[in-house]
Structures are given as C-alpha cells and as structure tokens.
C-alpha cells in the first residue's frame, strides 16, 4: 500500500496517548514549515512570490518572532507590505468601502505558511484512513487513543473516504472514541464543579484536575507557541 506519508510519526503519536494525537503532529509540521521560511525557503523564488502575495496569520507571524531569526522574518515582512498597502487607497463610495474592508479581512487573514501546513495535514488526514483499512493492528491504537479535537475530529470525518470499503467502521470507531473522549471530560467536569462544594473540600480531583485544560484541548485543540 502507498501511503500518503510516513506511519512512524502517526503511530508514535497515538501511542503518547494524549488529546489529541494530530494536534501533535501539527505541532512537529509547523515546526518544520517555520523553519523553513525562517531559513532555506525565504531565498527560493516561489516561496518568495507567495510570501510578497499572502504573507503570514497573526499566529504564525508570532511563531517566527519568538524564534531567533528575527531579519528572515523582517525580509519577508517588508516583502509583503506591498500587497498590505495597495487596499489603502481611499475606497470611492460606501459600497466600495465595504468591497475594500472585504479584501483587507481576507489579505490579513491569509496565510502561506498555513497553506503549507494544511496541505501536509492532508496526507495524515488520508494515511490515517487508509491505516484504518490496510493495517491490522491500527484499530486497537484508534480505540485506545483519548479522542480528538473537535477542528482535527472533523478533518478525519471529511477524509474518511480513504479507508474505501472501511470507511462505515471506521466512522463507528472514530465516533466511538470521541463520545469516551466526551464522557470522560463531563465526568471530570462534574466531579470539578463538585469540589468547589465546601463540603467536599477534602474529595480528590484526581484526573478531574485537569478539567477545564482537557476542555480548552479538546473544543479548540493544543495552542502551539
Ligand atoms: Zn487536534
Ligand atoms: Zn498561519
């Protein structure tokens, strides 16, 4: 079989055990892709062309300022300014003013080290499906696993299809662990709240001690810094 990627990161994430396995991965591959455009990728001409277009999100631009290549990240920044500053034009009337407010949302909003990412995600996204299918032992890690974040549970839901005549089970299992993943995180909600009851000052929170972080992880997924 031909995997869109590699297996070996996919399983040693999912053996970590921890929500959510792809935030994990996504972590490693922005680290790459920052990189990269902190390095090699700012003298390649294509890179180039779509960083003068695109430039980067708040997020991202954060991500490379608090790495030390801080004249990489000012090169790229002043190549972008131009796209930036040709929406400052005063717009003609309120239509066009609403039109240009449009466009600036989008031109500030866009993201080429996003794209990059995004399209890595992708591959995982199929491979994981296609593992579903083709590797025996796969299943036991997906069972196991402590669920997903809700962005990366709908990622694995849209890219289903790659598990072919699996795709039904593997759909049953993907939702079978997320409601685990759910009932858990009620259970430790519960037993959280219960606590700030002062009559149960003394109770143990044991895993519920991690409630509200385990919340945050699972409807918003793992902030990368
Ligand atoms: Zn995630
Ligand atoms: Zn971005």
Do not use: W
């Not at 300014?81 to 929406?87: A, F, I, M, R």
């Not at 994981?128 to 696993?145: G, P, S, V």
Request: charged share 25%; hydrophobic share 35%.
């Amino acid at each position: 079989m031909n995997y869109h990627i590699d297996t070996g990161l996919i399983y040693e994430k999912f053996l970590e055990n921890a929500c959510c396995p792809l935030c994990a991965i996504k972590s490693i591959v922005e680290e790459q892709v920052i990189h990269e455009f902190l390095n090699d990728a700012v003298m390649e001409d294509n890179t180039h062309i779509e960083v003068v277009k695109k430039g980067f999100c708040a997020h991202h631009f954060d991500m490379m300022f608090n790495r030390p290549n801080k004249l990489s990240l000012a090169i790229q920044a002043r190549s972008n300014l131009p796209t930036v500053e040709s929406l400052l034009a005063p717009a003609k009337n309120k239509g066009g003013a609403k039109k240009l407010a449009d466009k600036i949302d989008g031109a500030i909003n866009e993201c080429i080290v996003c794209d990059y990412v995004e399209k890595s995600m992708v591959k995982y996204y199929k491979t994981i499906a296609q593992m579903f299918l083709y590797e025996k032992e796969f299943y036991k890690y997906l069972i196991k696993c402590k669920g997903f974040c809700m962005e990366h549970y709908a990622q694995l839901l849209r890219y289903s299809g790659y598990a072919s005549i699996g795709t039904k089970d593997y759909l049953k299992t993907l939702s079978d662990t997320q409601k685990r993943a759910f009932s858990l995180l009620d259970n430790n909600l519960e037993t959280f709240c219960r606590k700030h009851d002062y009559r149960n000052a003394n109770m143990p929170l044991g895993s519920a001690e991690n409630a509200l972080p385990d919340t945050r992880d699972i409807f918003y997924g793992k902030k990368n810094d």
